[in-house]
């Protein structure tokens, strides 16, 4: 079974540039979820999504983070404009179901995102 | 109440040895209780898990020990390797949270050859 897939692996931008990332979770996982994770701390989440809908996107920084899962499959995270604060690892994760009893998320290898 | 409290934050153990680590938790509605292992340039992946209905649960060498009474819930690693070194992290789920993780803070582990 092939695990969550994230690309790019890396990239570096200057401040005030927009980068995307995107994700594709393991095949008929139903949520997915993006984390941000700053070295040395745990993963804080951003938002989550069911199918193709909207779960919580609480901490999400909606005035410069953007989300979509159109399909209610691959994902896609947008900065835009970015912020030197924004350096972090970005981890994408999908789990089978929600709200019935199936808790595992399966994390992708992340995307370290450098802003200079 | 919503918090994950991990110790220790760093842990240096010989090999062969049995390092341990401990979370504590307030919110009795969490029904979920996983620990994450995470190498260095990958994403957390899945170690083992327990649910409150049991106190300990054993995956090859890697035990959790559930103290329900205590809100308390460790990571147990027998017979340690150098390759068992990585950050380690506890997290806890609840229904009432839309089943999201609440973190610990991490611990990072090195065994010594």
């Known amino acids: 079974e092939a695990g969550v897939a994230q690309s790019p692996r890396y990239k570096i931008i200057e401040k005030r540039q927009s980068v995307a990332f995107w994700c594709n979770p393991i095949?008929?996982?139903?949520?997915l979820y993006w984390y941000q994770q700053i070295l040395g701390q745990g993963p804080k989440l951003l938002i989550q999504?069911?199918?193709?809908?909207?779960v919580d996107d609480s901490q999400l920084p909606k005035d410069r983070f953007s989300a979509e899962r159109l399909k209610g499959v691959d994902s896609t995270l947008k900065i835009q404009p970015a912020k030197l604060e924004d350096s972090a690892v970005y981890l994408c994760?999908?789990?089978?179901?929600w709200g019935q009893g199936s808790y595992e998320q399966y994390f992708g290898p992340g995307t370290r995102l450098t802003v200079t | 109440q919503q918090q994950v409290k991990q110790s220790p934050q760093s842990l240096i153990v010989q090999k062969g040895g049995i390092p341990i680590i401990n979370c504590a938790y307030e919110n009795t509605a969490f029904d979920y209780f996983p620990w994450y292992q995470q190498f260095p340039g990958k994403g957390p992946a899945l170690l083992i898990a327990i649910r409150p209905d049991v106190s300990e649960k054993k995956e090859g060498r890697f035990t959790i020990s559930f103290n329900k009474s205590a809100k308390q819930f460790s990571l147990h690693i027998m017979d340690s390797q150098p390759g068992d070194s990585a950050t380690y992290f506890c997290a806890a789920s609840s229904p009432d949270s839309n089943y999201q993780l609440i973190w610990g803070a991490g611990t990072k582990l090195i065994i010594k050859p």
């Open positions: 095949s008929g996982h139903a949520t």
């Open positions: 994760a999908s789990s089978l179901v």
């Open positions: 999504f069911q199918n193709n809908g909207v």
